[in-house]
C-alpha cells in the first residue's frame, strides 16, 4: 500500500490539517461573493477562452493554500492550477514524492456567476495515488473529506455513500437507472469528429432509448452537469451519481475527488474504451491521463460483488462512448 | 394587472402560508431521506418509464400541501402533479380563478439517488400568471420566493438577482459569456429529426465555438443540467443561470419557478423560435405551452435598458435552437 510509510497518527495530523484548510480556504471564496453582492461587480481577467475566466480570488487562494502547506510540511512537494498555468506548462509532474495537489476554485465559470456548484479542492498524493482528499463547497456549506483508515465523509457527519445498510449494487442493466455525469467541457471547436462531437454522440448514446442507436442507447435514468469535475466525482462518492466520464481535465481537478472517490469504494478508471471493451483489463487509474471513467460505491448482489457489478458497469460504458484525445503539451 | 384583485394585507397573508406550508413540505421529503439514509432503501414504485419514478413520499406530500390548503383557502382551485396523473388527464386546467398549482417533489430522478438537487414547488396563479411561488430544496436548505410587491428572495434573506447594485446587463455578445441551463428531458426516443435529436442540435448550435455551425456557435460560457426544471428557474432568478431553455415540462413544475423569476425582473417567452426570429414579437408567457424559454433579471446598459438586452438574447437564442414538438394529450 501506497500509504504504508505513513502512520495512522501521521495521516490523521495531515487529515485534520487538510480539512482545516479546505474551510478556511472556502470561506475565502465565499468572503468575495458576499463583496460581489454587496458592493457590486468586480472586472475579471480572461484568461484563453471565453470559458476559462481566473479571478484574483483564484490567485490568492492559491497563495494562502501554498503557504499553510509549506509552513506546516516543508518536506512535501506543491503542486497548484495557478502553478501550472502562470509557469506555462503543463507537464505531469507528479513524482513518487508526498505531494499536495490543489484546485483553490473549482468551477470557476459557476463561480463568476454565483451558481453554487463551485468549491476548493485540496488533494494529497502519495506514489501518484491520491489518498488523502478534501472538497468543500462554501456556498452550500458542503465539506466533502476522507483519509484511509477514516472512510469519506459528508460535513464530517454523514458517511458516504450515503446509502449504506446495505450500499446497493450496480443496477442489473447499468447503464439504465443510473445518473450519468458529464461535462460539455471547454474544447468546442467544431471539428468533424474532434473532441466536442465525439463527447456529444457518447452522451446520447447513454441516452437514448434501451436498443437505439445500433444497440448502444443506454437510457440512463438523467443526464447531468454541472460544471465542475470535483463536484462530480463528490456526488459519485455520494452515491449521488452513478457513473461521471469525462475527458480534458487535470490532475488538480480530480485529485481531491479520487481520493475521496476510491475511500468510499468507488472505481476510477480510464474514459477510452479498450480494443475489446468486453474482456479487456480493467487499468488502474492514471493520475496524469486525463481520462477518466469513475463508478460509484457498490454492494454486493446475490450474483455479483460490488467490484463485480462496478466492472461490469464500466464495459457497458466503454461500449457506448468513444475515444477522446486530450494530449499533455509535449506528450 | 392580475393581482388587482388581492390587496397587499391578502397577498402578503397568502405569501407567509405558502413559505410555511414550502419548508414544512420540504421537511416531510428529508425526513424520507434520512429514514432512508439510517434505515436502508425502499421500494419505489415505477410509472411509464425508467425515467420516471413516483415515490409513495410524492403522493403524501401532495395530499399534505392539499389538505393544508383546502382548509385555509377553500375557495381557491387547487392542481398538482399527482392529481394529474391519477386522472390521466394532462389537460390544461388552470382557469381565470385563484389555482394553486404544486409539485410536491420536483427533481424525481434525483431524489431516488439523493443528489440534493430535489425540491417542492408552490405556485399560486391568478389569470394564467403565477404571481407567488415557494420553491424549497431542504437537503441544502435553500427557499426561493416572490410575492408581487415583495421582490424574490433566497432564504428571505437575499435578495434576487444576488448581484444587484447594480444589476448587470446581458452580455454584449450574448449567448457568449451565459450559462445555458438545458436538460435532456425523459423523451429518449431515437426518432430522426424527433425532439431529442432536436434538443441535440440546439445545445449543440450554443454550445460550439462562436461563428462554427453556419454561424450558429454561441460559445456559451457554459452547458448546465441539473434535472429540475423548478430549480432551473430558481437559478436563473438568482441570476446564476442567463438563459434556460426547455419543452416538454407540465405547469406544475414551472409555476413557482416562473412566479419567482418574473418578479425577480426575469423574462419569460416561448422555446420555440417563430418565424421572424429577429423580428418578431417577443411572446409572453403561456403557461400551458410546455415550451419555456427564461432570460435571467438584467439591469440597462450603456445603450440599452435591460429589457431590451433580454429581448436581444431571446432573439439570439432562437436563431440557434429547433423547434419542439411536445402537443398536450387530446390536443
Redesign the interface.
Known amino acids: 500500500m501506497p500509504v504504508s510509510n505513513f502512520t495512522q497518527d501521521e495521516l490523521d495530523e495531515i487529515y485534520a490539517f487538510a480539512v482545516d484548510l479546505g474551510r478556511k480556504a472556502g470561506d475565502m471564496l465565499m468572503e468575495r461573493v458576499e463583496q460581489?453582492?454587496?458592493?457590486?461587480?468586480q472586472k475579471f481577467e480572461e484568461k484563453d477562452s471565453?470559458?476559462d475566466i481566473v479571478t484574483q480570488t483564484d490567485e490568492d487562494v492559491e497563495v494562502f493554500i501554498r503557504s499553510a502547506i509549506q509552513s506546516k510540511y516543508p518536506e512535501h512537494k506543491f503542486l497548484g492550477e495557478e502553478t501550472y498555468a502562470k509557469g506555462q506548462s503543463r507537464d505531469y509532474l507528479i513524482t513518487e514524492q508526498p505531494t499536495w495537489c490543489i484546485d483553490p476554485l473549482d468551477g470557476t465559470?459557476?463561480y463568476?456567476?454565483?451558481?453554487?456548484m463551485f468549491c476548493v479542492s485540496i488533494g494529497f498524493i502519495v506514489q501518484h495515488r491520491p489518498i488523502i482528499g478534501v472538497i468543500y463547497a462554501p456556498f452550500?456549506d458542503?465539506l466533502f473529506s476522507a483519509c484511509p483508515g477514516r472512510g469519506a465523509w459528508l460535513n464530517e457527519k454523514?458517511q458516504l455513500p450515503?446509502?449504506r445498510?446495505?450500499i446497493?449494487p450496480m443496477p442489473a442493466n447499468a447503464p439504465?437507472?443510473c445518473?450519468f455525469s458529464c461535462?460539455?467541457g471547454k474544447d468546442?471547436?467544431?471539428i468533424p469528429d474532434g473532441n466536442?462531437h465525439r463527447k456529444?454522440e457518447s452522451?446520447?448514446n447513454m441516452?437514448?432509448?434501451l436498443g437505439?442507436?445500433d444497440g448502444k442507447?443506454g437510457?440512463v435514468?438523467?443526464?447531468?452537469?454541472?460544471?465542475s469535475a470535483t463536484l462530480d466525482l463528490a456526488?459519485t462518492a455520494?452515491?449521488?451519481?452513478?457513473i461521471w466520464w469525462e475527458g480534458g481535465c487535470w490532475e488538480w481537478d480530480v485529485a481531491a475527488g479520487i481520493a475521496i472517490l476510491l475511500e468510499a469504494g468507488g472505481l476510477v478508471t480510464t474514459a477510452n474504451p479498450p480494443e475489446n471493451p468486453d474482456t479487456a483489463p480493467i487499468q488502474d487509474l492514471s493520475l496524469g491521463s486525463r481520462l477518466y471513467l469513475a463508478v460509484r460505491p457498490a454492494g454486493p448482489s446475490e450474483t455479483e460483488t460490488g467490484r463485480e457489478s462496478q466492472e461490469r458497469t464500466v464495459r457497458e460504458v466503454w461500449r457506448r462512448v468513444r475515444h477522446l484525445s486530450y494530449n499533455r503539451p509535449g506528450a
Chains 1, 2 share one sequence.
Request: hydrophobic share 35%; net charge positive; proline share 5%.
Open positions: 460581489r453582492i454587496s458592493g457590486g461587480e471565453s470559458v465559470v459557476n463568476t456567476h454565483i451558481f453554487p452550500q458542503q454523514r450515503l446509502i445498510n446495505p446497493p439504465s437507472q445518473i461535462e460539455w468546442r471547436r467544431d466536442m456529444i452522451f446520447m441516452a437514448a432509448e437505439s442507436r442507447g437510457m435514468h438523467g443526464m447531468r452537469s454541472l460544471g456526488y455520494m452515491g449521488s451519481f452513478d
